[in-house]
């Protein structure tokens, strides 16, 4: 060995070191800069549950509880001026930032409240199906045969029907609660998670070191739900990410056509519900909710995405 | 698949019978005229009596002996359910005349079209959209077609609609008239609009087929126009999910050999595109616009209700406050025998274009 | 080097490639893949092009067809067929290259024919592709068949209208899309028949996972004969097939050559096929072509340190002395060795060997060896 050679020896050492964790960081960063707007949309998607932990330092938990019924719909923000024959400034010293609701409500305050109303309940949503998905997509692929048959068959039954209806179907018998919507729509989402799980079990368990660990004697639900579900849980998890922004749309769909249980909960859907009657007389009461759902939505939708990109093991060079 | 179809009249089925009492069950059926012995008789008939039910008082008091159990019913219940024994509608205002029956198939053909053309749009503007996007990968078409599609994925529909009319109507006017309609199937004082359409024969209730069957340009031109907008409501959110699956599975086989076998023959970029890139692609994208037409079917209710389009849609939310179930029992069934015959010609045509699945 | 190089010009040869670098760029950093290499192909010759995997072998062949991948870049270099630089060539040009002049081969035919398509249109895509490119071929074939069918026979009338016309075509003229979609099928089976496959017609309408790997390596080669290349490159073309079906691949190209009339580089990490097939041989290490020379010069004299290497790693059945291996691994080219490449694993380097990178050079007639021992 030469000096020149002996001196290229610690930058290998460096390398090997970097390998792990770090790698991943640098092919993280590598996928950002390829593409700026997933970093955009992580951003909206973090800052909105930000917002949601911290919302009851911003805005009073209980002033979206009125019996006031504001006969006026005010407008007082001076930077947009809407071209409509009759908008309403209602004079006093508070600026509602994006006018106030036929209940005399502030707008901003009412979506400040239902964003993380609505978040919380597409996690709720997400995470159960993410749960039932595995469990069952994991027992369904695993034990093969009648069950898998059996369990196979029942998303066949559930993907057969479009899943808003069924969830109106299931709003309308079970009563208009927030419980039982966010039941209805988690019925109609488990089925795809059983699918995707069940699909990536089959393929994890055909791997060698399933067959080692049965080898050596590893208990069935041992083998399942330590060994080979922890490593096919990547594409359900990017999945779900993309899903909380879906199961938002879903749900402000529902309470949109009316199932909401009450007119003043602040919650996005319903926030735009309240503002059809009013459409062409005050715009701002659907745009800016219905902007907010879109926002969210879109933030998760583009951290899913790039989430996707970082574990494709298929992207990769 | 008639394993499917009997899974979904089973749910259908428990839904309404298992978990609603046996009155609301009855209360399509029952008319103003009829006294409490007819009332007993009919609940005999439609299997949710005992026939040891002393009277139509014990059955409305649960008193056990007037209960069929729940499995009981289901027979009798199907043989009505294909019979097309649905009962009276309970939507408003028409007052317990009409058969659910009735009122369902006389709105679903604007349903219908709403659908079809919200499928033909999505695969219009979609696959070339997926196509431009894979093969300008990471540049500007590409930015331009994933903002379109994540963001058609991501909007809102109801909000999208909203904010279409608010435009139409408001904002973007010609000679004192929106530009387009926005309401309902029929208006005539849209700019577009043609004023006197005439009229048409019902052929089939849908606008658009009975203009043509009646070969009544005017009326087909406005049913067309009347269209635009909730047609493009309804495709936004598809169009996004189908782009995104096309860019995917184009760029997946723009990655295989074969396409770099095809390159070295010296092909045209076009031919090694559209003849060996595409054939492979479009085959998953079959299975999605299958899928899509299921979503939309669905998706349609939302449309319906914000341009109070006269479709089934609009009406299952009003008959899911008067709590009409047997209305939208029929709209599930209805949709999922289209669904899982939808399916089934997708893998009849899936069959056909990739010669390695021979049944 | 320049010098060294222009030496090497030979007026028979078909292509030379000179001082080709290529980078892949890659979210860890730049991998050089080639470091200049330098590589000539005599008219006629089989040349085999020898090296472990990664060695840069397929890279060379992908960037003398102009398809290396999106984030490959040619860092500097020529590559001249018939003295024309293809590295300069316009998107086009370089595709009626492929169309025309070069050939290449891959590896697995499994993967690298198009499973929705059947075989028959696979190759008669190439020849419909261009009007007038192959209206020569296209006629000889449409007239080949005709004579076989009239043989001895009076002729009808429909059939001594369709021999007029046939002779009647010229280089110029032109033809309806249905005539030369008949022709492209009769040629297409032509050269069906030259790989040997068959029953050429039912082939002709078999889709690849209908044929054996043996089979679908015969189509991908008819082909490449398809468009009469100067050149064939054949990228490991018996890799992924079983050990029979090999030998009688291998002894079908050196045939097709002969008929075709082409120059072939058969890339391979085989020395046995090396000895058996080719005229000469080029062994390549990391990036760089080490060491050239007619094959029984390299297998009798092997001068490279590497190639040394390489001949005493076959087993042999005579020998009961054990089975070498060379020491190390192969060089991770983010970071490459500096100097020879092959420093670090060589049994003979010296102070100089990591600081200056050996140029190719002749050291006898026809034996080229990019090593410091050998001066340079």
Redesign the interface.
């Known amino acids: 060995m030469t000096r020149e050679s002996s001196s290229s020896a610690p930058s290998k050492e460096e390398r090997k070191s970097s390998h792990g964790f770090r790698r991943e960081v640098r092919y993280g960063i590598h996928l950002l800069r390829k593409n700026p707007i997933v970093l955009l949309g992580s951003i909206v998607a973090l800052g909105s549950i930000v917002l949601s932990l911290s919302s009851g330092l911003v805005v009073d938990q209980n002033s979206w509880k009125t019996t006031h019924i504001a006969l006026r719909l005010c407008w007082n923000n001076p930077i947009v001026n809407w071209n409509l024959r009759n908008v309403y400034d209602c004079a006093g010293p508070t600026t509602y930032t994006l006018g106030t609701d036929n209940y005399g409500r502030d707008v901003f305050r009412m979506i400040i409240l239902a964003i993380p109303l609505d978040l919380r309940i597409s996690l709720e949503i997400v995470l159960s199906a993410v749960l039932i998905g595995t469990v069952f997509g994991g027992i369904a692929a695993y034990a093969g045969g009648t069950l898998d048959e059996l369990i196979l068959r029942l998303t066949d039954i559930f993907l057969a029907i479009p899943s808003l209806l069924l969830a109106i179907v299931l709003a309308t018998i079970l009563g208009r609660t927030l419980e039982n919507l966010t039941l209805s729509v988690l019925i109609t989402w488990w089925p795809t998670y059983v699918r995707l799980m069940r699909s990536q079990v089959l393929t994890e368990k055909e791997k060698p070191y399933v067959e080692a660990l049965r080898a050596v004697g590893a208990g069935r639900f041992r083998i399942l739900f330590r060994h080979i579900v922890p490593n096919s849980i990547y594409p359900i998890l990017v999945q779900g990410t993309l899903d909380i922004g879906s199961v938002i749309l879903t749900f402000s769909a529902l309470t949109f056509i009316g199932f909401s249980p009450s007119p003043l909960i602040p919650e996005l859907g319903n926030l735009v519900n309240q503002g059809i009657e009013f459409v062409f007389t005050a715009p701002w009461l659907i745009i800016f909710p219905g902007l907010t759902i879109f926002i969210v939505s879109l933030g998760f939708n583009l951290l899913g995405d790039g989430i996707r990109d970082i574990f494709d093991p298929r992207l990769r060079r | 698949m008639v394993?499917?179809?009997l899974?979904?009249t089973l749910?259908?089925f428990y839904?309404?019978r298992g978990?609603?009492p046996p009155e609301s069950a009855l209360a399509p059926y029952i008319t103003p005229r009829m006294n409490d012995g007819t009332k007993l008789q009919l609940a005999r008939s439609l299997g949710v009596a005992t026939i040891s039910c002393p009277s139509w008082s014990a059955l409305a008091s649960h008193e056990s002996v007037c209960l069929v159990p729940i499995w009981g019913q289901y027979l009798s219940w199907l043989g009505n359910v294909l019979a097309g024994n649905w009962g009276y509608s309970l939507l408003p205002g028409l007052s317990g005349t009409q058969t659910t029956w009735y009122v369902f198939w006389l709105r679903f053909p604007y349903t219908a079209e709403l659908a079809v053309a919200g499928t033909i749009l999505t695969a219009l503007v979609a696959i070339p959209l997926g196509i431009i996007s894979a093969t300008r990968n990471?540049r500007l078409p590409d930015?331009i077609s994933?903002?379109i599609s994540?963001?058609g994925?991501?909007?809102?529909?109801?909000?999208f609609g909203?904010?279409l009319?608010?435009l139409f109507?408001?904002?973007i006017r010609v000679g004192g008239n929106a530009l387009l309609p926005s309401n309902g199937v029929l208006d005539t004082s849209c700019a577009l609009c043609l004023s006197s359409p005439g009229q048409v024969t019902g052929y089939t209730g849908t606008p658009i087929l009975d203009a043509l069957l009646s070969l009544n340009p005017a009326y087909f031109w406005d049913s067309l126009v009347a269209l635009a907008l909730p047609t493009l409501t309804l495709a936004i959110?598809s169009i996004g999910a189908l782009t995104r699956i096309l860019r995917s599975s184009m760029m997946?086989v723009l990655?295989?050999?074969?396409i770099?076998?095809?390159?070295?023959?010296?092909?045209?970029?076009r031919?090694v595109i559209y003849?060996?890139a595409l054939?492979?692609a479009v085959?998953p994208s079959i299975t999605i616009t299958g899928l899509l037409f299921?979503?939309l079917?669905?998706?349609v209710?939302?449309v319906e209700?914000v341009f109070s389009w006269p479709g089934v849609g609009a009406a299952?939310?009003v008959?899911?406050?008067v709590?009409d179930?047997n209305f939208?029992?029929l709209?599930?069934l209805v949709?999922?025998f289209i669904?899982?015959l939808t399916n089934l010609l997708v893998d009849i045509i899936y069959a056909k274009?990739?010669?390695?699945i021979r049944y | 080097m320049a010098v060294m190089s222009r030496a090497l010009v030979t007026k028979d040869a078909v292509l030379e490639v000179k001082d080709l670098r290529v980078d892949f760029h890659t979210y860890a950093g730049d991998v050089k893949a080639l470091n200049g290499v330098e590589l000539t192909v005599k008219r006629g010759e089989i040349l085999g092009l020898v090296g472990e995997s990664g060695c840069g072998k397929s890279v060379t062949a992908l960037s003398i067809v102009g398809l290396l991948p999106q984030n490959a870049e040619v860092v500097s270099g020529e590559i001249l067929l018939e003295g024309r630089d293809l590295l300069r060539l316009t998107k086009e040009e370089m595709r009626l290259a492929r169309l025309g002049e070069i050939a290449i081969v891959f590896q697995d035919p499994a993967t690298y024919l198009n499973p929705v398509i059947n075989i028959g249109a696979q190759i008669t895509e190439i020849l419909t592709s261009d009007r007038r490119r192959f209206q020569v071929e296209l006629v000889s074939a449409g007239l080949k068949d005709f004579e076989g069918r009239v043989q001895g026979k009076p002729l009808s009338p429909a059939l001594e209208k369709e021999g007029r016309r046939l002779r009647s075509i010229t280089p110029s003229s032109r033809m309806r899309r249905g005539e030369v979609k008949r022709l492209a099928k009769l040629l297409a089976l032509s050269y069906l028949r030259m790989v040997k496959l068959p029953d050429a017609a039912r082939v002709f309408k078999m889709y690849p996972f209908e044929l054996s790997g043996g089979m679908r390596q015969r189509a991908i080669i008819a082909m490449a004969l398809a468009r009469r290349p100067k050149l064939l490159l054949a990228d490991e073309i018996t890799t992924a097939l079983d050990v029979t079906v090999q030998a009688q691949i291998l002894r079908l190209l050196k045939e097709l050559k002969e008929k075709i009339d082409a120059s072939v580089v058969l890339i391979t990490h085989d020395l046995a096929v090396v000895a058996e097939l080719c005229d000469r041989a080029a062994v390549m290490y990391a990036g760089n072509i080490v060491e050239v020379a007619e094959v029984k010069e390299l297998f009798a004299n092997p001068l490279h340190p590497y190639t040394k290497g390489l001949l005493e790693a076959i087993p042999r059945p005579d020998s009961r002395s054990e089975l070498k291996s060379i020491a190390g691994s192969v060089p991770d080219l983010l970071f490459p060795p500096t100097g020879c490449r092959f420093h670090p694993r060589c049994p003979f380097a010296f102070d100089r060997c990591p600081k200056v990178a050996p140029p190719l050079v002749e050291v006898s007639p026809g034996h080229l060896v990019a090593c410091l021992l050998y001066g340079g």
Do not use: C, M
Request: hydrophobic residues 50%.
């Open positions: 394993f499917v179809l899974g979904v749910i259908v839904l309404g978990l609603l990471n930015h994933r903002f994540l963001g994925y991501s909007v809102p529909a109801f909000w909203l904010i009319q608010l109507v408001l904002y959110t997946e990655k295989q050999d074969y770099l076998l095809a390159r070295s023959k010296g092909l045209k970029e031919v003849r060996h054939k492979n085959l299921a979503l079917l669905g998706g209710v939302i209700v299952s939310v008959a899911s406050t709590v179930v939208l029992e709209y599930v949709t999922a669904i899982v274009l990739d010669p390695r």
